[in-house]
């Protein structure tokens, strides 16, 4: 499976990635393993989305950090 997650982080703005091991990953930053997020501490896992292909985990990743993808969760997430 993949995984396409979203992030709170400090500077009240999400983060987006893409992972095969959700729980391993959310561990590196919570660490500050992930330079995207380490001085961005600390984070709080907002949503995942699992995906049996891959593929289309990194197209749903893409759109998610795209004008409109950052305006849907906006919509559909409170970050704070």
């Known amino acids: 499976m993949q995984y396409v997650y979203i992030l709170s982080c400090a500077d009240k703005r999400p983060y987006?990635?893409?992972t095969d091991n959700l729980k391993e990953r959310i561990e590196r930053h919570t660490k500050g393993y992930v330079p995207a997020t380490k001085e961005r501490?600390?984070?709080e896992l907002i949503n995942y989305i699992a995906?049996?292909?891959k593929y289309l985990a990194f197209n749903f990743e893409k759109y998610l950090k795209s004008g409109s993808g950052r305006a849907f969760i906006n919509k559909h997430f409170a970050i704070t």
């Open 41 to 43: 501490r600390p984070i």
């Open 51 to 53: 995906f049996k292909n």
């Open 16 to 18: 987006v990635g893409c």
